[in-house]
Structures are given as C-alpha cells and as structure tokens.
C-alpha cells in the first residue's frame, strides 16, 4: 500500500518550492517595472531641461 503521508509531504514541499521561486520572479519583475518607470520619468524630466536650456 502506498505511504500517502510520505507522497503527501513530498508534494507539499515541492508546492512550497515552486511558490518560493513564483515569489521571487514577481520580486524581480516588479523591480524591474519601478527601475523602467524611474528611467522613463527621469528621461522626461532631462528632456524637459535640454529643451529649456536650448530656448534661453
């Protein structure tokens, strides 16, 4: 007869892992999306000052 409890902690720490290593990709992804945003503002805002600087 097969060990049920043993099959069972087998999977539950395998879906612990997989939820660790999801957490960690949606951590990464979401720095990367706030590094991108910040890039893009700042970009902007540099723009924004060549242009003033180049009309005075």
Do not use: W
Not at 1 to 19: E, Q, S
Not at 28 to 41: G, P, R, S, Y
Request: proline letters at 2%; aromatic letters at 8%; charged letters at 30%.
């Amino acid at each position: 007869m097969p060990d049920y409890k043993v099959m069972y902690f087998h999977l539950a720490g395998r879906i612990a892992g997989a939820v660790e290593a999801l957490e960690a990709v949606i951590e990464t992804l979401k720095n990367a999306q706030q590094v991108t945003e910040d890039m893009f503002i700042n970009s902007d805002e540099e723009n924004d000052l060549d242009k003033n600087s180049e009309k005075a």
